[in-house]
């Protein structure tokens, strides 16, 4: 599976951006879906993964602020981000892992910036 990730771009404190992750090369709706993040000088880290039942898991950090949907007619994976905090600066990545043997690919990531 192919993962194009797009969205991303610079936002004040307190603002939204909405990313988008399509897919393509296989079944999407057969992936669970994940967005992560790697800040500047920091390990990657998980944001928010969304199963093929569509049952969510977020990170501390974000819960209450981003929520990630899927679409799979569109086979499309969104992360709505709100209330948008500098600490929120960083690289998000897409990922998809196949529920039929666990494998997991990526793609490439699209920078968000949080101006304070």
């Known amino acids: 599976v192919q993962l194009q990730a797009s969205g991303g771009g610079l936002v004040q404190v307190g603002g939204s951006l909405r990313l988008s992750c399509a897919a393509s090369?296989?079944?999407?709706?057969?992936?669970?879906m994940g967005w992560y993040r790697q800040a500047p000088g920091k390990q990657r880290e998980s944001v928010a993964l969304?199963?093929?039942?569509?049952?969510?898991d977020y990170a501390d950090s974000v819960k209450g602020r981003f929520a990630i949907s899927r679409d799979n007619a569109k086979d499309t994976v969104y992360l709505q981000m709100n209330r948008l905090k500098p600490e929120d600066t960083a690289v998000y990545y897409c990922?998809?892992?196949?529920?039929?043997?666990?494998?997991?690919?990526w793609g490439q990531g699209t920078l968000v910036t949080v101006s304070s």
């Open positions: 990922n998809a892992i196949a529920t039929t043997d666990g494998r997991t690919y």
């Open positions: 090369g296989s079944i999407f709706s057969g992936y669970f």
């Open positions: 969304i199963r093929t039942g569509g049952s969510t």
